[in-house]
T-cell receptor
Framework: DAGVIQSPRHEVTEMGQEVTLRCKPI?????LFWYRQTMMRGLELLIY????????DSGMPEDRFSAKMPNASFSTLKIQPSEPRDSAVYFC?????????????????FGPGTRLTVL | TQLLEQSPQFLSIQEGENLTVYCNSS?????LQWYRQEPGEGPVLLVT?????EVKKLKRLTFQFGDARKDSSLHITAAQTGDTGLYLC??????????????FGQGTILTVHP
């Protein structure tokens, strides 16, 4: 079975350019999460969706960041304009929120990440 | 914001030694998960604990959830070089608008030398 698919795996861009990161969750999963990981701040939740609807975007750093989930099998995270401080590894994860609702113990399956470098 | 603090941040040991990683919070979580991440990959779930005082064993790894569900520990017996990686704890929420969301600790980088 295919896991979470992310593209591109690596992205190098110049400050001011638009960056679009893509994610395909595991088929059948109805929750999708975007995270950012840096040495300084660890793994931070940026935004997550349940059934394609954004539930919590309080982790989105600022208006330069936006995320969409037009259907159950695709999501994008866009940064416009990009800045050097956005350099990080961005992870997408998916889970099924109905599996253990009473315990809140959904397993999140992570993609391989996109390593973004903004020069 | 509920925070999870992990300690130590870095751990460098010799093969065969035992170690413990701690995950602490001032808040109560409905569940606590431990993930392991290798370089160039995403985190992978190791275990989930949901009951206060619960202890789970996975081969040489022992996980414990505190009685008050605010803290957890991961103990590795006789570490091997294959245990090298980043270990992350994550707290889960059972209800409300935060359902399904995980809050991650900063992680512990474990290096096991041959």
């Amino acid at each position: 079975d295919a896991g979470v698919i992310q593209s591109p795996r690596h992205e190098v861009t110049e400050m001011g350019q638009e960056v679009t990161l893509r994610c395909k969750p595991i088929s059948g999963h109805n929750s999708l999460f975007w995270y950012r990981q840096t040495m300084m701040r660890g793994l931070e939740l940026l935004i997550y969706f349940n059934n394609n609807v954004p539930i919590d975007d309080s982790g989105m750093p600022e208006d330069r960041f936006s995320a969409k989930m037009p259907n159950a099998s695709f999501s994008t995270l866009k940064i416009q304009p990009s800045e050097p401080r956005d350099s990080a590894v961005y992870f997408c994860a998916s889970s099924s929120i109905y599996s253990r609702r009473d315990r809140g113990t959904d397993t999140q399956y992570f993609g391989p990440g996109t390593r973004l470098t903004v020069l | 914001t509920q925070l999870l603090e992990q300690s130590p941040q870095f751990l460098s040991i010799q093969e065969g030694e035992n170690l413990t990683v701690y995950c602490n919070s001032s808040s109560v979580f409905s569940s606590l998960q431990w993930y392991r991440q290798e370089p160039g990959e995403g985190p992978v779930l190791l275990v989930t604990v949901v009951t206060g005082g619960e202890v789970k064993k996975l081969k040489r790894l022992t996980f414990q959830f505190g009685d008050a569900r605010k803290d957890s520990s991961l103990h590795i017996t006789a570490a091997q070089t294959g245990d090298t990686g980043l270990y992350l704890c994550a707290g889960g929420y059972a209800g409300g608008t935060s359902y399904g969301k995980l809050t991650f600790g900063q992680g512990t980088i474990l290096t096991v030398h041959p």
